[in-house]
C-alpha cells in the first residue's frame, strides 16, 4: 500500500477518475482530504433513478397500469370498481413520479446504512478498527458504479424510447411476465450481477483493505459476505412471495 505521505489534496473530480483509475489512491485521499465529500457520489446516485424514471414518466404509468388492470381482475365483479378508484390514484404521473423519488431517497439512505454497518462491524470481526467518520464517505464512493450505471441507462432508454425490463443477467431467466418475473429469486439474483455489480465488489474490496486496514485474505472473505448479504436482502422478498403463491 502506498504511504498516505505521498497523497496530496485534489479536486473531487481527480477522485471521481481515481475510482476508476486508482481506488487505492482515492480512498486515502478521502480518509486524509475528503471526509464530507459524501454528498457527490450520494447526489450523483439519487439524481440516476430519478432521471430515468422522468424519462420514462408516461412508459412507466402505462405499464403500471396494465400492472393493476391485471390484479384487478383476479377481484370478485362487485369490487373491481371501487377498488379501481382507489388504485388509480397512485398511477397518475404525478403520483408515480413523487412515489419513485421518496423511494429512491429511501432506498439510497438505507443501502448506505445497510452497507456501512456490515463494513464496519464485519471489520472489527476480524480485528480491525476503522473510524466511522472515515468510512461512512468511502461507502458512499463505492456506490459510485451504481450512479454511473443509471446513468447509462437513461441513455440506452431515451435513445431506444424502452424500460429495461430486465437488467443484469435477468434476461436468461425471464419468462416475459414482469410480474411472475419479479417474484422468482433466480430473476431477483441474476438481475443484481453485472459489471457495475463487480466493480462495486472491487471498490468495497479495496476500500477494506484501504480505510479498514484489513489484511487480503479478510478483505477477500468480508466483501464476498457483503455481496451475499445485499444479495440476499432483496431475494428475499421474492422468496417471501414466492412461498405465499406455493401456499396459495
Request: charged content about 10%; overall charge neutral; hydrophobic content about 55%.
Amino acid at each position: 500500500m502506498q504511504d498516505t505521505d505521498s497523497i496530496q489534496p485534489a479536486s473531487l473530480a481527480t477522485t471521481f477518475f481515481d475510482m476508476i483509475a486508482d481506488p487505492g489512491r482515492a480512498f486515502r485521499r478521502l480518509t486524509t482530504f475528503q471526509q464530507r465529500s459524501w454528498w457527490l457520489p450520494a447526489l450523483l446516485a439519487l439524481l440516476a433513478p430519478i432521471l430515468y424514471l422522468w424519462l420514462n414518466l408516461n412508459r412507466t404509468v402505462e405499464q403500471a397500469t396494465r400492472q393493476l388492470e391485471l390484479q384487478l381482475s383476479t377481484l370478485p365483479p362487485d369490487q373491481i370498481e371501487a377498488a379501481r378508484a382507489m388504485a388509480t390514484r397512485f398511477t397518475q404521473p404525478n403520483a408515480v413520479l413523487i412515489t419513485g423519488v421518496i423511494s429512491s431517497v429511501l432506498a439510497l439512505a438505507v443501502g448506505y446504512l445497510i452497507s456501512t454497518f456490515i463494513l464496519y462491524f464485519g471489520a472489527a470481526l476480524f480485528g480491525a478498527t476503522p473510524k466511522l467518520q472515515q468510512l461512512w464517505p468511502a461507502v458512499a464512493w463505492t456506490w459510485l458504479p451504481f450512479a454511473l450505471r443509471g446513468f447509462l441507462q437513461s441513455a440506452w432508454s431515451g435513445i431506444n424510447q424502452s424500460l429495461i425490463h430486465y437488467p443484469g443477467l435477468s434476461y436468461w431467466v425471464a419468462t416475459g411476465d414482469l410480474a411472475a418475473d419479479s417474484q422468482q429469486p433466480a430473476f431477483v439474483v441474476l438481475a443484481q450481477l453485472d459489471l457495475f455489480a463487480l466493480w462495486h465488489a472491487v471498490l468495497v474490496y479495496v476500500l477494506l483493505r484501504v480505510v479498514a486496514r484489513l489484511g487480503n485474505g479478510g478483505a477477500i472473505v468480508l466483501t464476498l459476505l457483503y455481496a451475499a448479504i445485499n444479495i440476499g436482502i432483496r431475494v428475499l422478498p421474492a422468496f417471501v412471495g414466492g412461498l405465499f403463491s406455493i401456499g396459495g
